[in-house]
């Protein structure tokens, strides 16, 4: 027996329009594109509606997110549903090294090493970037924030290294 449908969904013309024109767009993420389509297939105004396990089951979903998706709609229209908000929680928020910070520490890894190391390592570079940087930062954070293949130290790392490959690769044949 299919579950009773707890919002009702009921589209004007211009917001079925809308949601299509947002469904239809390159840009649109996958997330509101599926909360548009279900609430295309939830409207009782135009057409046969779906129920929630009809609607879940075409457009791939659970049925709490088609429950969500109308709740949203309910309390907040067309605009509440095509916006997503980040939670406080997420990793982009508690991210401790901003731009700025980043390229700072990035040039403190590409400089020399302090004299006594052949190379920087994750504590060291923890210590110099306590004198250099206004906000303290963590060495778990440091090799974060190094260990993105954008980064141009990482790409000089991954230069070197495959350059040293080339080089035993070539010895070892030359061996033999």
């Not at 309910?74 to 982009?92: F, L, M, Q």
């Not at 260990?147 to 044949?173: A, C, E, M, T, W």
């Given at each position: 027996m299919a579950r009773p449908k707890k919002y009702n969904v009921s589209l004007a013309d211009d917001e079925v329009k809308e949601l299509k024109s947002i469904?239809?767009?390159?840009?649109?993420t996958r997330?509101?594109?599926?909360?548009?389509?279900i609430l295309v297939d939830l409207d009782d105004a135009h057409g046969k509606s779906l129920t929630y396990e009809q609607t879940a089951k075409s457009n791939g979903v659970c049925i709490s997110?088609?429950?969500n998706a109308a709740k949203?709609?309910?309390?907040?229209?067309?605009s509440e549903v095509t916006t997503i908000k980040r939670s406080v929680n997420s990793d982009n928020a508690r991210?401790?090294?901003?731009?700025?910070?980043?390229a700072q520490l990035i040039e403190i890894?590409?400089?020399?090493a302090p004299e006594g190391h052949?190379?920087?390592?994750?504590?060291?570079?923890?210590?110099?970037?306590?004198?250099i940087l206004e906000t303290p930062v963590g060495k778990?954070?440091?090799?974060r924030a190094l260990k993105k293949p954008n980064s141009p130290s990482q790409k000089r790392i991954l230069v070197h290294s495959l350059k040293r490959r080339r080089r035993i690769r070539s010895s070892h044949g030359r061996c033999s």
């Amino acid at each position: 027996m299919a579950r009773p449908k707890k919002y009702n969904v009921s589209l004007a013309d211009d917001e079925v329009k809308e949601l299509k024109s947002i469904i239809r767009k390159k840009g649109t993420t996958r997330t509101v594109r599926c909360r548009c389509q279900i609430l295309v297939d939830l409207d009782d105004a135009h057409g046969k509606s779906l129920t929630y396990e009809q609607t879940a089951k075409s457009n791939g979903v659970c049925i709490s997110t088609v429950q969500n998706a109308a709740k949203l709609f309910a309390t907040g229209g067309i605009s509440e549903v095509t916006t997503i908000k980040r939670s406080v929680n997420s990793d982009n928020a508690r991210c401790k090294l901003d731009g700025r910070a980043e390229a700072q520490l990035i040039e403190i890894a590409c400089s020399p090493a302090p004299e006594g190391h052949s190379r920087w390592s994750l504590r060291l570079l923890e210590e110099q970037a306590k004198i250099i940087l206004e906000t303290p930062v963590g060495k778990n954070a440091i090799g974060r924030a190094l260990k993105k293949p954008n980064s141009p130290s990482q790409k000089r790392i991954l230069v070197h290294s495959l350059k040293r490959r080339r080089r035993i690769r070539s010895s070892h044949g030359r061996c033999s």
